[in-house]
C-alpha cells in the first residue's frame, strides 16, 4: 500500500476483554515495529520483526502482550486480559531494510490505533 | 543502556522566530541520530538524521549537527512558520539495535 496502516483507528474495550491490533506495513518492507505511546511521551518500543522472525521482544511489558507477523507482511498485536493501563495510542511502523543491519534506516509510521480501556 | 533527553515544551514562538530544541544522548558505541515529526492528527515522519560525527542532517530549513563531544543533536530552524506547528522528538538507533529510541517530544506551536 501506499502507506503503514493500521485498523481499528479507535478501540474501545471493557478491562478484561482480549483486543488485536493490526498493522499493514509499505509493501516490500522487510520490518515491522510495534511501539507504544502514552499521552505527553515519546514512543515506547514494544517489539520488532524482519519478515516473519520476531527479532526482539523486549519491549512487551509483560506475557498478556503478543505479536505476530506470520507471512513476514501484516502483523497484529494481540493485548490479553487488558487493563485500564493498557489505554494509551499504539504505533506501527515498517522499514525497507532490515532493523538491526541497517542503523540509519528511516521507519515510516502509521496513523496509529487508540486504545482506551475503561 | 541508551538513552535520549530533549527538551520539555511546550514552545510557543512567533512567526519567522528562531528555533532550537535541544537533544542530548546516552549511547554505547556510534549510534546514529534523528528528529522525526508528528504534524496534528498524524503519524510520526522523519524529519532529518544524521549517520557519524560532525554529520549535519537537514530538511526543510530545519538543521542539526551530530555533536559527539557533547553528545548533543539540537534542531535548530532560523525562521519558523505556523505550518511549523507540531510535536518533534529526537531519536537514536545504536550498534546492532533494531528499534528506534526516542525522547519525549517537544511540542512546537508558532503564533502568526
Known amino acids: 500500500g501506499a502507506g503503514v496502516s493500521q485498523s481499528p483507528r479507535y478501540k474501545v474495550t471493557k478491562r478484561g476483554q482480549d483486543v488485536a491490533l493490526r498493522c499493514d506495513p509499505i509493501s516490500g518492507h522487510v520490518s515491522l515495529y510495534w511501539y507504544r505511546q502514552a499521552l505527553g511521551q515519546g514512543p515506547e518500543f514494544l517489539t520488532y520483526f524482519n519478515y516473519e522472525a520476531q527479532q526482539d521482544k523486549s519491549g512487551l511489558p509483560n506475557d498478556r502482550f503478543s505479536a505476530e507477523r506470520p507471512e513476514g507482511s501484516i502483523s497484529t498485536l494481540t493485548i490479553q486480559r487488558t487493563e485500564q493501563r493498557d489505554s494509551a495510542m499504539y504505533r506501527c511502523?515498517?522499514?525497507?531494510?532490515?532493523?538491526?543491519?541497517?542503523?540509519?534506516?528511516?521507519?515510516?509510521f502509521g496513523s496509529g490505533t487508540q486504545l482506551s480501556v475503561l | 543502556g541508551n538513552s535520549v533527553t530533549q527538551m520539555e515544551g511546550p514552545v510557543t514562538l512567533s512567526e519567522e522566530a528562531f528555533l532550537t530544541i535541544n537533544c542530548t544522548y546516552t549511547a554505547t558505541g556510534y549510534p546514529s541520530l534523528f528528529w522525526y515529526v508528528q504534524y496534528p492528527g498524524e503519524g510520526l515522519q522523519l524529519l532529518l538524521k544524521?549517520?557519524?560525527?560532525?554529520d549535519k542532517g537537514s530538511n526543510k530549513g530545519f538543521e542539526a549537527t551530530y555533536r559527539k563531544e557533547t553528545t548533543s543533536f539540537h534542531l535548530e530552524k532560523g525562521s519558523v512558520q505556523v505550518s511549523d506547528s507540531a510535536v518533534y522528538f529526537c531519536?537514536?538507533?545504536?550498534?546492532?539495535?533494531?528499534?528506534?529510541?526516542f525522547g519525549k517530544g517537544t511540542k512546537l506551536s508558532v503564533k502568526p
Open positions: 511502523a515498517s522499514s525497507l531494510r532490515q532493523g538491526g543491519l541497517a542503523t540509519n534506516e528511516k521507519l515510516f
Open positions: 531519536a537514536l538507533r545504536g550498534g546492532s539495535q533494531g528499534n528506534l529510541i
Open positions: 544524521a549517520t557519524k560525527a560532525d
